[in-house]
């Protein structure tokens, strides 16, 4: 059986790196990939903990299929912002993206 630290330790890790995703990334695109992977590890997480804490319950699983339905719902509508952006300014970069400014 594999022990319960090598998975929050492979969670620690994805999630640092979809940190540095989010934070040093100028495109649009793989700031929304960043995300997802710090999204994929909430998910190993509260997997993980589920299977040694609790392993009857359900409730574990549910979490986690309501993370994959919201990370689902996030990149719909962040992909529909990210096109709609890029049609009126022909770029993705965040940096140039300035929508609401005055």
Do not use: C, H
């Amino acid at each position: 059986m594999i022990p319960l630290s090598w998975y929050l330790f492979l969670a620690a890790g994805l999630f640092s790196l979809g940190l540095y995703g989010v934070l040093a990334r100028k495109n649009a695109i793989a700031i929304l990939m960043g995300v997802e992977l710090m999204l994929n590890a909430v998910n190993i997480n509260i997997v993980a903990f589920w299977r040694y804490l609790t392993p009857g319950n359900v409730g574990g699983q549910a979490f986690a299929v309501m993370v994959f339905a919201v990370a689902a719902a996030e990149v719909a509508v962040g992909l529909a912002l990210v096109i709609s952006v890029y049609r009126r300014r022909k770029t993705v970069a965040a940096d140039e993206i300035n929508l609401m400014k005055w």
